[in-house]
Nanobody, 124 residues
Framework: QVQLVESGGGLVQAGGSLRLSCAAS????????MGWFRQAPGKEREFIAA????????YYADSVKGRFTISRDNAKNTVYLQMNSLKPEDTAVYYC?????????????????WGQGTQVTVSS
């Protein structure tokens, strides 16, 4: 069992930055690939970024490539999402999720454990 708790969301102006953190419980964090998803009101859940077990491989949605960076610290059981050059369309609830041996990092069905989400609001 893995419990995930996101933090770091908030209100920011367009062009600003935020760093989200996702702290995981348990001693098996390093055996999970981690992903970030987001969901805006009235929209489907959207893949944002993912990182493999040791952090050597990262994957991004085209909508955030070059602006967002995912990283992880296995010693701290934490995964991060650095978000720069934020746009109003980035406004959503952001979720972190854990998956073992995913075949498709962008498919939310690959992820077994989810956090409760953190709200990110970008004003224009």
């Amino acid at each position: 069992q893995v419990q995930l708790v996101e933090s770091g969301g908030g209100l920011v102006q367009a062009g600003g930055s935020l760093r989200l953190s996702c702290a995981a419980s348990g001693r098996t964090f390093s055996s999970y690939a981690m992903g970030w998803f987001r969901q805006a009101p009235g929209k489907e859940r959207e893949f944002i970024a993912a990182i493999n077990l040791r952090g050597a491989g990262t994957y991004y949605a085209d909508s955030v490539k070059g602006r967002f960076t995912i990283s992880r610290d296995n010693a701290k059981n934490t995964v991060y999402l650095q978000m720069n050059s934020l746009k109003p369309e980035d406004t959503a609830v952001y979720y972190c999720a854990a998956a073992q041996y995913p075949h498709r990092y962008a498919d939310y069905r690959e992820y077994r454990y989810w956090g409760q989400g953190t709200q990110v609001t970008v004003s224009s």
